[in-house]
């Protein structure tokens, strides 16, 4: 049961939830469950997964190659499907599946009152789709008169489509000035230190410990780093904010590096999604069970726990 990543028709509820699972009674409880929570004051953000397929060819749940064989799905130099999103790519820089992706998500937004939408592996999409899909939500705000429909994603660069192999992608690069958001591992790194996949994954960062690395010389740099990103972070991670590090120097968010990239890369603020717990691995308690002193106190860890994503995720913006 995984609700949702093992796509098969993409504008239709997925039904785990509901007490009738077939026909039109998970659409009407779908619709029931948006509007109680619109009532208590909530809004609706949906995961979306248009990046693959469940399945393709002839497999009984395959739906796309039913319509259009060979068409809406990405293929590598040999012909087969590529699988970098972990399942069959689908090829949203062909016209037709762009404009399925762009229906799907007005559909949602329409007829089923949904006030946003997280895009998965959003990077796998081209940025002029996922500015397409950015304009006809917006053309069904100015319509209906409501509340701008949220938009964001992971900004992720990996695969078959990296730096743009296959087109311009939208990742987090790439979208400066559009309004369309983007998780910040930048910040998300500072506050954990090192990073989800690291092989060693105990290099504390500057809510992990960090301050225990006056030792040693080598992690005293990277907290210096830490807190440098993380006070980019605090001001909206823009590219144009200027700073001076910790060690002095002067920096804008674009010429202070993350992993060889800017660190900076938003225009605006709402292009940000600032978090340091969320997937990616392991939560931040046990990250933190690897990376602070052994002697720390349980109070203690639970205390940083607690303090960590409310301290660091409250974006503050420059006078």
């Not at 979306?48 to 130099?77: C, E, F, K, M």
Request: charged share 20%.
């Amino acid at each position: 049961y995984n609700w949702g990543y093992d796509p098969w028709h993409w504008s239709t509820p997925e039904g785990s939830y509901a007490t009738r699972g077939h026909g039109g009674h998970r659409i009407r409880e779908f619709r029931t469950m948006v509007g109680a929570l619109h009532e208590v004051g909530l809004r609706v953000v949906m995961d979306v997964v248009y990046n693959h397929t469940h399945a393709s060819g002839q497999h009984p749940q395959s739906v796309l190659d039913r319509i259009v064989p060979g068409y809406y799905h990405r293929r590598d130099a040999l012909g087969g499907i590529c699988h970098s999103a972990a399942a069959n790519n689908v090829a949203t820089e062909h016209a037709m599946a762009e404009h399925l992706m762009v229906s799907s998500m007005l559909t949602w937004a329409r007829h089923h009152r949904i006030d946003g939408f997280r895009v998965d592996l959003m990077g796998h999409h081209p940025l002029s789709g996922m500015l397409a899909v950015r304009g006809a939500l917006d053309e069904l705000t100015a319509e209906r008169g409501g509340d701008r429909v949220t938009l964001y994603g992971e900004g992720w660069n990996f695969g078959e489509v990296a730096d743009g192999g296959r087109f311009v992608q939208a990742t987090q690069d790439n979208l400066g000035g559009s309004s369309i958001a983007t998780f910040n591992d930048r910040l998300r790194d500072a506050v954990r230190g090192g990073r989800p996949f690291d092989p060693d994954p105990r290099r504390p960062g500057f809510a992990t410990g960090g301050a225990e690395s006056n030792r040693d010389d080598r992690l005293l740099t990277d907290l210096g780093h830490d807190t440098d990103v993380l006070m980019l972070g605090l001001a909206g991670n823009l590219r144009s904010f200027a700073m001076t590090r910790t060690d002095g120097g002067l920096v804008t968010g674009a010429t202070l590096l993350y992993q060889g990239r800017p660190a900076g890369y938003a225009s605006e603020p709402d292009e940000v999604i600032s978090y340091v717990d969320a997937h990616d691995n392991e939560t931040l308690f046990d990250s933190q069970a690897f990376k602070l002193p052994a002697d720390t106190t349980m109070a203690d860890r639970a205390r940083m726990n607690t303090v960590a994503p409310v301290s660091y995720t409250h974006l503050t913006l420059p006078t």
